[in-house]
């Protein structure tokens, strides 16, 4: 009887544990850890719907969670790219068995690393970049000593800053280290860890596990000596544009296992010779650009390595082009620009490498001609031979690169008219031959097939005829550079139908199917919007390589010999910001159509033969920062604006016939059709106002007799109280009068114009 009692109580024991068991694993989650992930969504202002999953009892069901199997903890939380905006409320805290902790490319609000993330103690793997966080990166995070990967590139400012750098020492499980854009100058352990190579021993000591280090961009300086040959197990090394200086230590070319090492832009000089890529087999890229280095390298030498991506721009490389190269025949990009080469290309150049996509050259005393082997490069998108001594004719087997979206070969000595092969590289988005001396008419091939064109500069060549019509179907065109040339003929009203110089067309739109690789980004420089085209793969191995940069719409058709007047369709290009029609025949008056070009910053219309008034409709151009009307015959006051007055007296020069400031020949009160106009339209207005006015009244007062006795007490009111009234505006009128007579005087004094307002009225421009 006993042992039946206790096999009873053993089976109710094993269901009572089965009931929990199951119980744990419907729900699935740790119902305080719920809470957690809920106050965090709480305190989120925007999401874009990405935790609309987070409703439930069971958490680990929701997106970017994952738990134990075992335990039902919480162990990964990825919220990479959800669009979150707000706080990061500190119930996460909660999160105690985290193994994977991803907040990346949100947006904090540059708020502070929460300290409590130093607390996951089984943290593995952290990603914090680009998620809009700000201030001092907590040195809790040191007590991470499982943690494989660290990501906090900021690429974002106000930057992140480190004020220690001694606590990344104690995370000696690290294999993944990108510091990217997060200021460590401010960090002295770090510097004084460069200035002693024992601290800095000490420090990467720690990471001998390390694979990936990424310092750019963190206005570090120093020597790399004394700590850079103990990262044995680094695989990829970025600590470009930063202030690193000396020598680079030939001991680099012991780290066998680097396959990425990227030194560029920084203060490094002396000389590069093989040592220095001893046993980098496994290295396929290699930045050095923007060095003050010299390489001294045997003409017979062999890599021992396969390079995809070289970058070796502002070294001293020439004078002769360096043969070793020709052993690199997986390569697909080559950086060789400002290298001091001053050679001729050798003919192996054309077929070394046919996986080649971009090749610069430029900036070099290259001489010779282009060989016509082009069909061997089927690949290639980028070509940059600018700034050389070329000479001949363009081949026209660059025809035959289908693939090819820029071309650059402006400042050579190219002749002869465009290759019509070129009409087959349907994807160009960049063309610039310009500064060459190349001549017939402008191909109407051009504006036909080649509807991705972003930039077409073909200035200072000696290109004859008209501009064809066709141009205006290029509706990518950004910027067209016609200028320095001998074209003739009228300027096409056609022009005002270039779509992407008009507002609100959506920026570059890239044909279906085509230029899957190419990304374009709008900079700025010096106040001055720019527009920089960038050329990159998804996942690749190098980063966005800068090609061509200029003002964002830009259309010069200067100095040649244009003739007819200013088309009015012209007034369409809403978006432009440059304007340049000087040194031509122009003819004709301004058209009031001008003024619709109010995002324009800067207009050239200088020695033309252009008359008539300065229409004010071009008083809306109030961006406008360069003004040139010079050398005309305009006639007439010129406008009154702010933005007008901004502008000095040679913006007029040589119109003889023009008046008002800052022209020192004042106009006649009422001598000039413009103020006439004004005067007439002011009267009109009036006019019309006081009739519509006085028959509104009239219609009341005879329509209803409570009106008319409010309306007549009321003026009898008022006629008792005029004297008071009137002694009272004319005794403001009296302070008003000495208040101006004085404004006059001290204007007057120290040389400044000034406007003398009613009352009600604004300042000009507001």
């Not at 030194?263 to 290295?283: K, P």
């Not at 396969?306 to 052993?327: D, E």
């Not at 006051?637 to 502008?647: C, E, G, H, K, N």
């Amino acid at each position: 009887m006993r042992g039946r009692m206790q096999e009873l109580l053993t089976a109710l024991v094993l269901c009572y544990f089965m009931i929990l068991l199951t119980a744990r694993k419907a729900s699935s989650c740790i119902p305080e850890e719920r809470d957690a992930l809920l106050a965090f969504k709480a305190g989120i202002t925007g999401s874009g719907g990405e935790l609309s999953s987070w409703q439930g009892q069971d958490c680990c069901k929701w997106s970017g969670v994952a738990c134990s199997k075992k335990t039902f903890h919480i162990i990964k939380l990825d919220v990479n790219q959800y669009s979150l905006k707000g706080e990061i409320n500190s119930s996460l805290a909660a999160l105690t068995r985290l193994l994977y902790l991803d907040l990346s490319r949100n947006d904090f609000g540059g708020a502070a690393i929460p300290e409590f993330v130093g607390g996951f103690k089984k943290l593995r793997y952290l990603g914090l970049s680009q998620a809009n966080f700000g201030g001092k990166v907590p040195p809790q995070l040191g007590n991470l000593s499982t943690l494989k990967h660290l990501d906090l590139n900021s690429f974002n400012f106000p930057m992140l800053r480190m004020d220690s750098f001694l606590w990344v020492s104690r995370l000696t499980s690290l294999r993944y280290l990108d510091l990217g854009w997060v200021y460590l100058a401010a960090s002295s352990d770090w510097l004084q860890a460069l200035r002693n190579t024992a601290v800095a021993k000490n420090i990467f000591h720690c990471m001998k596990q390390l694979r990936i280090l990424d310092i750019h961009i963190n206005n570090l300086n120093g020597s790399l000596s004394g700590w850079l040959e103990d990262l044995t197990s680094v695989t990829y090394l970025d600590i470009s544009e930063n202030l690193f200086s000396r020598q680079v230590p030939e001991k680099i070319g012991k780290l066998s296992n680097l396959t990425h090492m990227d030194l560029s832009s920084n203060a490094f000089e002396g000389v590069v010779s093989e040592i220095h890529f001893d046993r980098l087999s496994n290295l396929d890229f290699l930045n050095l650009a923007s060095n003050n280095l010299k390489f001294a390298i045997k003409p017979k030498w062999m890599p021992p390595f396969q390079l995809r991506g070289l970058g070796l721009h502002a070294c001293r490389l020439g004078p002769h082009f360096p043969t070793w190269l020709r052993s690199q025949t997986n390569i697909e990009m080559v950086d060789l620009g400002s290298t001091e080469i001053m050679s001729t290309l050798p003919d192996w150049l054309w077929n070394f490498s046919p996986s080649i996509h971009s090749f610069d050259l430029s900036n070099n005393s290259i001489t010779g001609v282009l060989p016509d082997y082009w069909q061997n490069a089927p690949r290639l998108q980028t070509i940059d031979f600018s700034s050389n001594k070329l000479h001949g004719e363009i081949p026209s087997t660059m025809g035959s690169i289908t693939s090819l979206a820029i071309l650059i070969l402006r400042e050579n000595r190219f002749s002869g008219q465009l290759p019509t092969s070129l009409h087959s590289c349907n994807g160009l988005i960049v063309l610039d031959l310009s500064y060459n001396h190349l001549s017939g008419g402008i191909p109407i091939w051009m504006g036909d097939g080649q509807q991705s064109l972003l930039v077409l500069s073909l200035q200072s060549n000696q290109f004859s005829g008209e501009i064809p019509e066709q141009l205006s179907q290029l509706r990518n065109l950004q910027i067209l550079d016609l200028s320095r040339n001998n074209l003739s003929g009228s300027v096409p009203d056609s022009l005002g139908n270039l779509t992407a110089m008009q507002l609100n067309q959506g920026g570059y739109q890239a044909p279906a199917g085509k230029l899957p690789l190419l990304k374009f980004t709008t900079v700025y420089d010096a106040g001055l919007p720019q527009l920089a085209v960038y050329i990159g793969t998804e996942g690749s191995f190098f980063d966005d390589f800068l090609l061509y940069q200029a003002p964002v719409t830009y259309l010069d058709l200067s100095r040649n010999q244009l003739t007819g007047a200013i088309p009015k369709g012209m007034g369409a290009l809403s978006s432009l910001l440059d304007l340049n029609l000087s040194g031509n025949q122009i003819g004709g008056s301004i058209p009031e159509e001008m003024g619709n070009l109010r995002s324009l910053e800067s207009l050239d219309l200088s020695w033309n033969g252009l008359s008539g008034s300065i229409p004010t409709s071009m008083t809306n151009m109030t961006f406008l920062l360069v003004l040139n009307l010079s050398y005309n015959s305009l006639s007439g006051r010129i406008p009154l604006s702010t933005q007008f007055l901004t502008f000095g007296s040679s913006a007029y020069l040589g119109n003889t016939n023009l008046c008002g400031s800052p022209l020192s020949r004042e106009c006649l009160p009422y001598d000039s059709k413009q103020q006439h106009e004004i005067d007439r339209g002011t009267y009109l207005c009036a006019t019309l106002g006081f009739a519509y006015g006085l028959f509104v009244v009239s219609a009341i007062l005879l329509s209803s007799a409570t009106a008319r006795n409010a309306y007549f007490q009321f003026t009898d009111r008022k006629f008792d109280e005029f004297p008071t009234i009137a002694e009272i505006k004319c005794s403001r009128a009296k302070a008003r009068r000495d208040q101006s007579m004085e404004a006059r005087r001290v204007c007057s004094q120290n040389s400044i114009t000034c406007y003398e307002l009613e009352f009600g009225s604004t300042a000009p421009g507001h």
